[in-house]
């Protein structure tokens, strides 16, 4: 089942990501570095909003939504869907974003700031399969 979304050009991302989280070295490796269930909320070019969450917290899984069932997350992180696609790709820094108001946070701040590593490890993870 994929987690793309054909209105979120960026979405196929999330596929890249629960792909990178397959070796069981490089999941517990994000487990112990993201300690948190990050939730991305994009908003496209037509103002559609969808949701997706990296469990980083228990389960090292990815899915749509804010969280797995019966979970919260710790973090949701609200931007746009190119400026997702420029974190994925290396070319926007989640602290630019945020300073600019084209990133925001609700939740724990803190833990925020570790969702960038995770995805530059998935992003790392994904280029050595290719």
Not at 22 to 31: G, M, W
Not at 32 to 56: P, R
Not at 60 to 89: C, H, M, R
Request: glycine letters at 8%.
């Amino acid at each position: 089942m994929t987690l793309a979304s054909e209105n979120f050009p960026s979405s196929p991302a999330f596929d890249l990501i629960a792909a990178s989280l397959t070796a069981p070295a490089a999941k517990s490796d994000a487990l112990k570095n993201g300690k948190a269930i990050f939730a991305f909320t994009l908003t496209n070019k037509a103002k559609e909003t969808e949701s997706w969450y990296l469990d980083l917290k228990t389960t090292g899984t990815v899915g749509k939504g804010l969280a797995p069932e019966g979970a919260k997350p710790d973090v949701v992180l609200l931007l746009s869907d190119d400026d997702f696609q420029g974190l994925i790709d290396g070319k926007a820094a989640a602290q630019k974003l945020f300073m600019s108001g084209r990133l925001k946070i609700k939740g724990d701040v803190m833990k925020a700031t570790r969702a960038e590593g995770v995805l530059k490890s998935a992003r790392a993870g994904v280029k050595s399969k290719l």
